[in-house]
Nanobody, 120 residues
Framework: QVQLSESGGGLVQPGGSLRLSCAAS?????????????MGWYRQAPGKERELVAR???????NYADSVKGRFTISRDNAKNTVYLQMNSLKPDDTAVYYC?????????WGQGTQVTVSS
């Protein structure tokens, strides 16, 4: 089993920055089917469906939602089984609960979510 623990959310003014972190723990066996594959971040705003923000392959190749390209950067530290999301130039539309996601041989795991609020 894989557990995900997120941190770094909060309240920030428009134009500001935040960095989210998500650490995976549990019965992870790197280099096997029970290692961590894709890791990513999703978000869900009130009244909206959960949407992909960014994800990254084990080799470090990222892809982003169009709405965050050029503002957000996803990265990972495989030695620490941790994924990061650096969010710059934040907008009120970025307000949402952000969820960490990881795929492994155990299936898909989700974090508990961390609130990001962009408001003046």
């Amino acid at each position: 089993q894989v557990q995900l623990s997120e941190s770094g959310g909060g309240l920030v003014q428009p134009g500001g920055s935040l960095r989210l972190s998500c650490a995976a723990s549990g019965s992870i066996a790197s280099g096997t089917i029970f290692g961590i594959g894709y890791m990513g971040w999703y978000r869900q705003a009130p009244g909206k469906e959960r949407e992909l923000v960014a994800r990254i392959t084990p080799a470090g190749l990222p892809n982003y939602a169009d709405s965050v390209k050029g503002r957000f950067t996803i990265s990972r530290d495989n030695a620490k089984n941790t994924v990061y999301l650096q969010m710059n130039s934040l907008k009120p539309d970025d307000t949402a609960v952000y969820y960490c996601n990881a795929v492994s041989g155990y299936g898909t795991s989700w974090g508990q979510g961390t609130q990001v609020t962009v408001s003046s």
